[in-house]
């Protein structure tokens, strides 16, 4: 009488390399990010405070204190929020320009 063949007779399959994608970073949504293919820093995925996007690794992104988020255009730490401050809206912005502007008597 012959044996039924078994799983656990078969030879283990060989182990696959990881793909050069899952083990590179292409960059994030920081601003001034790296978006060449490089080796992942440190820490591999920073994400932003406000939106959770991946800002990149810590290679690719700026200092903590110096990042912004492309996507939210907010800071993307507590430690730049608190080293900057808010950022302000950029229709606020305009709207203050143009009362100062409005409020100087030009010459012409």
């Known amino acids: 009488m012959r044996r039924q ?48 996007a991946r800002m990149g690794c810590s290679l690719c992104c700026e200092p903590p204190q110096d990042l912004a988020c492309s996507r939210c255009r907010q800071w993307a730490t507590r430690k730049a929020l608190e080293f900057h401050g808010p950022m302000v809206p950029v229709d606020k912005v305009l709207i203050e320009v143009q009362r100062i502007i409005g409020a100087i008597d030009l010459p012409f």
């Open 5 to 52: 063949k078994s799983a656990l007779d078969d030879p283990p399959m060989p182990r696959t390399k990881p793909t050069t994608v899952l083990s590179k970073c292409i960059g994030g949504y920081s601003m001034f990010c790296r978006t060449d293919e490089h080796p992942f820093g440190k820490i591999r995925n920073i994400y932003c405070l406000n939106c959770k």
